[in-house]
T-cell receptor, first 117, second 112 residues
Framework: QKEVEQNSGPLSVPEGAIASLNCTYS??????FFWYRQYSGKSPELIMS????GDKEDGRFTAQLNKASQYVSLLIRDSQPSDSATYLC?????????????????FGKGTLLTVNP | KAGVTQTPRYLIKTRGQQVTLSCSPI?????VSWYQQTPGQGLQFLFE???????NKGNFPGRFSGRQFSNSRSEMNVSTLELGDSALYLC???????????FGSGTRLTVV
């Protein structure tokens, strides 16, 4: 069973601080990795994708990937109360299904982030 | 550009009934996936369709089925509903396997 593991939290940070969210995955052969944000009562929203080792920055968000350690992280700089949400890590695992070998996007259970004003 | 559209938004059904949920993907997206989300289990993969073919299936009983039409629209069906099927059902579309998915607003199913 291919898995994605995240700390469930809650993670609480003060406004303006850096929030650090972590994720590990079980399949070394995975090629694509994503972070989603889900507000309470809403559907997940894609905020970052990363495909190669290193850092990828987009505004206040930085995704970090280390394939050797099977580790993905998301940093949120200058955290705002509006960043309070559940953050879901997702990994595309190669899966052998009825249609042959294809990728299946598997999600962690998410980390609840609270940014306190 | 229109997003992923799911209908209906809310549904209440009785145990033993069946239900059909509908999903219209973003124009040009040929991959459609379905997920079940519950507070305890998180997002669980149901199945993925591409060009009317089911490419992948999650670990759900045969009561859960789906299909995709030639215009990429997709439906999922749950027969003989059980109380435990109460959940948010999310449809997501993608232009390809290595891209992230865009989710619809979901269908909230309550089985009583």
């Amino acid at each position: 069973q291919k898995e994605v593991e995240q700390n469930s939290g809650p993670l609480s940070v003060p406004e303006g601080a850096i929030a650090s969210l972590n994720c590990t995955y079980s399949d070394r052969g995975s090629q694509s990795f994503f972070w989603y944000r889900q507000y309470s009562g809403k559907s997940p929203e894609l905020i970052m994708s990363i495909y190669s080792n290193g850092d990828k920055e987009d505004g206040r968000f930085t995704a970090q990937l280390n394939k050797a350690s099977q580790y993905v992280s998301l940093l949120i700089r200058d955290s705002q109360p509006s960043d309070s949400a559940t953050y879901l890590c997702a990994v595309n695992f190669l899966s052998r299904g009825s249609g042959g070998s294809n990728y299946k996007l598997t999600f962690g259970k998410g980390t609840l982030l609270t940014v306190n004003p | 550009k229109a997003g992923v559209t799911q209908t209906p938004r809310y549904l209440i059904k009785t145990r033993g009934q069946q239900v059909t949920l509908s999903c219209s993907p973003i124009s040009g997206h040929r991959s459609v996936s379905w997920y079940q989300q519950t507070p305890g289990q998180g997002l669980q993969f149901l199945f993925e369709y591409f060009s009317e073919t089911q490419r992948n299936k999650g670990n759900f009983p045969g009561r859960f089925s789906g299909r995709q039409f030639s215009n990429s629209r997709s439906e999922m069906n749950v027969s003989t509903l059980e109380l435990g099927d109460s959940a948010l059902y999310l449809c997501a579309s993608s232009p390809g396997q290595f891209y992230g998915y865009t989710f619809g607003s979901g269908t909230r199913l309550t089985v009583v």
